[in-house]
């Protein structure tokens, strides 16, 4: 059980018979009257946002939450194939589960799994990954002075903006937070 002052952000609760993960807190004391918490939680099942306001010393229950490291092997018709990296079992997890994280997944690249009640409800990829780039207009020499940027096809489909002198063939870092190009990697 969590009590209100253990509250924090990224803390997962269960309220409902659901996970949810503390999105935004704040520790209310009114001069008049009982201190109370106001937040903002993400439901970890549906992604819907809600607001909900606790007493203080009110206590919530710990989700069944487990996540374990897993390493990406392959897609099938059942859904994306993934073995857990510390007692090597299979597991399959849907592609409504993956969404779009699938463009990050390249083989035998390690991510982890959220399972919850032993149901996999989710996916967390490093900050920063390396693609290599499969398609791309070509780079004109000179093209390193102004911001303007284009379009990048890489390996598993993701679309990048990249700068004018990258060009394809070349292997990029991109910051799987918000998609966004980071550098150029030297082989």
Request: charged share 25%; aromatic share 10%; glycine share 8%.
């Amino acid at each position: 059980m969590y009590s209100t002052s253990e509250f924090r952000n990224g803390l997962k609760i269960e309220l409902d018979d659901a996970p949810f993960e503390i999105v935004y807190f704040q520790a209310v004391n009114p001069g008049k009257g009982a201190a109370f918490t106001r937040t903002k939680l993400k439901n970890l099942l549906n992604g819907n946002v809600i607001e909900r306001t606790f007493k203080s010393g009110e206590k919530v229950r710990k989700p069944d939450l487990e996540e374990h490291q897993m390493q990406y092997l392959y897609r099938d018709e059942s859904g994306y194939m993934f073995m857990n990296t510390e007692n090597y079992e299979q597991e399959s997890i849907p592609a409504d589960i993956v969404g779009d994280d699938k463009d990050f997944l390249i083989e035998n690249a390690e991510v982890n799994v959220l399972f919850y009640r032993g149901r996999p409800m989710g996916l967390s990829f490093p900050f920063h990954m390396v693609f290599t780039i499969t398609h791309c207009e070509p780079g004109v020499r000179g093209d390193t002075a102004t911001g303007t940027t284009k379009p990048a096809t890489c390996e598993t489909g993701l679309v990048v903006q990249v700068p004018l002198f990258v060009n394809e063939g070349e292997r990029i870092k991109v910051d799987t937070r918000s998609r966004a190009y980071i550098e150029r990697v030297n082989r």
